[in-house]
Structures are given as structure tokens and as C-alpha cells.
């Protein structure tokens, strides 16, 4: 275990000190004033007119591609101006991501997903993963010693200059503090990000109020209202301190050993804009199958699949148990956030997203993940009515599209056949199930479940994560005296589980 850290003289964790005379106020402040409130104005103005001018533009070049498809008949013909089009709007996309940063990044790592979005997409956009411009270091330096109320040397033996990596609302540096003898990851806030990020938001909620009244029959705004709120607890490291040690405390005490590792936070180092805690050694995901490779092992081969299968069934357990027994989880699992460590142990980074949910939704997506797995057309039916998820149905067979929507949300595996789940296609259910209001509450969980549906493409492994989370499902409803022994439900599954024992070769 590192050592903790004790400054010369104790302060609370998020005290600001300083050892400098504070020098008398100019007397031109009001001017000084107005003129950072005009430059605030006026980078806002800027920085939303780039927004819509490059939105308005991918969008447009869409629009004018599905009318030119109609008048082909041909299908390979279609298809390779789709392809031709998605290529194109793949630059741009990038070209906005990378340019604005902020906010951007973060849609860059839940839109570019191989079950969600076109392959030239996914292609370019999944190499933004912690490729944010990086705070110079003497301003990083600054950040430490005002937040930490000591000298830059005073509190590190060594301090590596080039950040890990880079994200929207912060960087990570590798470094050692004095008296110690293991590495520690030093997370700096990013100064100035917290007005850009905001501007980005109100820009994204208007761009998706108008996608939601044209094209896309969902409640998209809900989901950015949410966003909006979970953004602002990003800039909070106090906070995602303590959410760090909350999950880690709970997949310890409720398992012989943890699915998934979670950095030790270093006492006494910890403020609103800096947080250092424990430095995990590992293979980022992304980097998995180079990594395999390296090592003589066949990517492709059966040693690298059960390694595979082991990391994706780990990661799914954890989220598993936060989400159905704790109610409270880690809420951004983007590839970024994901380390593989020795014998494929997996780290899980970055709990500044997190979300808490109230026991009515936790016990309500409980009851629906029965649904999913029983093919319950019924219950889900049931289930959407519980959670809040208001709906309007344009086609006969309702039931079985508010099934299929729910899987499409909620669950991992893709149907045969399919390689991605696209909201404008012909047959998905949001074409015939139009979703009007989504509570803000299951926002986290449904961005949750995205992201480890990418990921499990992204191994090539088609996954239920509704499969593998039915016994805590059950076990959350049975707690709460919802389920009892005598369930159809439940004896149905122990009928199939001593057969699968019975009969297995």
C-alpha cells in the first residue's frame, strides 16, 4: 500500500493556501472586468458559430444523400453512396471533435462505436480517446502547488512532464511523491474548460431538439439534460473521490475478489482540481489485440478469445452489481476509462461520471431485464410503464417492437445477423415506436449499456449482459420481497440450469 502523503502542516483536503502577499486590487478592475466578460463573449460566440456552421453542414450532406438514394434502384449502388457519404461525414465529424475538444470528445467516444455507428466513423473517431490538447506544464505546476498549498518540489520526487493522457476536463501525469515508494497518476483540471463545456452543451441541446422534431423519434433532450447535470459533477474531484472509494469498497466486500480493479486514492491529495491516487500498470483496451500479438499469441486464435471473453465477462459482472445491487456505478466505460493488467485483470479509471439511482428505477430495470431474457412481451410492457419511458406506437404489433426497442437499450447482444443498430434504418423500432419522454434517472444506464455494447464488438463477442445480470436481477427483486421462491420465473430458470448440469457432455 502507498503511503499516505502529510504535509508540514495539516489543512483540509480542499483548502486553497498561498505563501504570497496579495497584492492591492488596480485601480482599473471594472475595466479589467469588462473586458474578460467581452473576450468570454466573444470565444463563446466563436466557438458556437463553428458548432452549427460544421453540424449544419453534416447534416445537410446527409439529407441530400438519402433523397438522391430514392431515385436508385440498384442496391450495391445504394450502398456504395452510403458508404461514400459516411466517409465524407467521417472527416468532418472528426474534423469538429478534434478541432473543438471539449464536450466533443466525450461524443466522440459514445457515437464511435462499431454497433452504433457507420465503420468510417468508428474508424476515425476511436482514435480520440485521450487526445485532448494538453495544459502546459508550468501551468499544471501552478494548478499543484496552489491547490496542495506547498512547492512543486516540496511534494514531488519526480514528476513526468508529458501527461499519460490528455481528456476534456483534465490531463494525467505519472509522478512519485517524496517519502514513498510507489507511483502515483496526478489528475489536473484543465483551466478555463468549464464555461467552453457548457457552451457545447446548450449548442448540443438545441442541435438535438431540432433532430428529435425531424428525424429521430426519441427523447433526446432528456438525455442531454442529464449530460448537462453530470458534466458540471465532473469538475468536482472531491466528489469522484469519494466515488471512488465507495465503489471500490463495495465490489470488495461483495466478492471474494473484485471483477474489476479501482485506484487506491492517496489521503490528504485531493482537491476540487487535483486528484492523485493510485498508478495502474496495464495495456489500454484499444491496444489489446496489439498487445496478444506482441506476445506470439494468435489474435484470432483460442487463447486469445478466452482471454477475450474473461476481460468482457469481469467488466459486465462489475456493472452488473452496481447498477441491479448497489444502485449506484461507474457511469462512463468508454475504451479510454479501460486498462488490462496482469492475467487480464481489468482497471476501471475515470469516476467522475457516476450516477446513483433512486431503489423504484434500480428494482424497475430489475423487472426488465427479466423481461429481456424471458422474451416477455408483457413485462416489458410493464416495465416501460414503471420507469417512467412514455411511448407512441405507429404499428400493429406493438408489444413485440416495445421488446425489441428495449433489447436495442438495453441490452448487449445484437440480433442476428446484425452488425449495427442504426436509429434511421427502415426496420428499427424507433421508426415504429416513437419514445416521447425518457427519464433523465435511466440516461446514465442506457449510455452504459451503449458503451459495453461497443466494447463487446469491439472484442467480437456478441454478449447478453442482460443474461449474465438475471441472477442479480432476481436476487434485487427477491430482496425487495417482489419475487418470491415460487415464481414461475425463477423456478423456470433453476429447472434449466440442473439440465444444463444433467445433460452437459
Known sequence: MIPCFASSTPKSSNTRTSTKPVPPPPL?????????????????????????????????????????????????????????????????????????????LKAAQLIGKPDLAPAAWVKR???????????????????????????????????????????????????????????????????????LMMTDI???????LFLQKTD????????????????????DFLRE???????????HSNNKKAPVMVPRVIPNMSTRKVLVM??????????????????????????AAAAKQKILKSLTLAYGQMILKSGFFHADPHPGNILICKDTEVALLDYGQVKDLPNNIQLGYANLILALVDN???????????????????????????????????DTKLPDGVAVLSPFSDDSSLQKVAVQSFPEELVCVLRTIQLLRGLSVGLGINNSCA???????????????????????????????????????
Not at 445537410?60 to 438514394?69: D, F, I, N, S, W
Not at 487526445?131 to 496552489?146: G, N, R
Not at 501527461?163 to 501525469?173: D, E, F, L
Not at 473521490?241 to 465490489?251: C, H, S, Y
Request: hydrophobic share 40%; glycine share 4%; net charge negative.
Open 125 to 195: 473517431l476511436v482514435t480520440l480517446c485521450d487526445q485532448a490538447p494538453a495544459t502546459p506544464f508550468e501551468v499544471v505546476q501552478s494548478v499543484l502547488e496552489e491547490e496542495l498549498g506547498q512547492s512543486f518540489d516540496e511534494i514531488f520526487e519526480r514528476f513526468d512532464v508529458v501527461p499519460i493522457g490528455s481528456a476534456s476536463i483534465a490531463q494525467v501525469h505519472r509522478a512519485r511523491v517524496k517519502g514513498t515508494n510507489a507511483d502515483v497518476a496526478v489528475k489536473v483540471q484543465h483551466p478555463g474548460v468549464h464555461e
Open 28 to 104: 482599473h478592475l471594472p475595466l479589467q472586468d469588462l473586458q474578460q466578460s467581452l473576450s468570454s463573449h466573444l470565444r463563446s460566440f466563436h466557438r458556437s458559430f463553428q458548432f452549427w456552421v460544421r453540424a449544419v453542414d453534416i447534416y445537410t450532406t446527409y439529407k441530400v444523400c438519402q433523397l438522391r438514394v430514392r431515385f436508385v434502384n440498384d442496391v450495391e449502388k445504394q450502398t456504395l453512396m452510403w458508404e461514400r457519404q459516411h466517409e465524407l461525414a467521417a472527416d468532418k465529424v472528426y474534423s469538429l471533435c478534434s478541432e473543438l475538444g471539449g464536450l466533443f
Open 241 to 251: 473521490t469519494d466515488a471512488m472509494q465507495r465503489i471500490r469498497q463495495f465490489l
Open 467 to 505: 443474461e449474465q445480470w438475471r441472477p442479480i436481477a432476481e436476487e434485487a427483486l427477491y430482496r425487495a420481497g417482489r419475487l418470491r421462491d415460487d415464481d414461475p420465473r425463477r423456478l423456470a430458470r433453476k429447472r434449466g440450469f440442473l439440465s444444463r448440469l444433467l445433460y452437459r457432455k
Open 216 to 235: 429521430i423519434k426519441f427523447d433526446l433532450f432528456s438525455p442531454a439534460k442529464e449530460l448537462e447535470k453530470q458534466i458540471g459533477y465532473e469538475f
Open 278 to 303: 493510485e498508478f495502474m500498470n496495464g495495456t489500454p483496451i484499444l491496444n489489446l489485440g496489439d498487445e496478444i500479438a506482441k506476445r506470439g499469441i494468435d489474435p484470432d486464435g483460442r487463447l
Open 376 to 410: 416477455d412481451h408483457s413485462m416489458a410492457s410493464q416495465s416501460y410503464k414503471e420507469l417512467g419511458i412514455e411511448t407512441l406506437s405507429t404499428c400493429d404489433d406493438e408489444p413485440k417492437e416495445l421488446l425489441n426497442l428495449a433489447k436495442a437499450m438495453f
Open 202 to 208: 446548450h449548442n448540443l441541446q438545441s442541435f438535438v
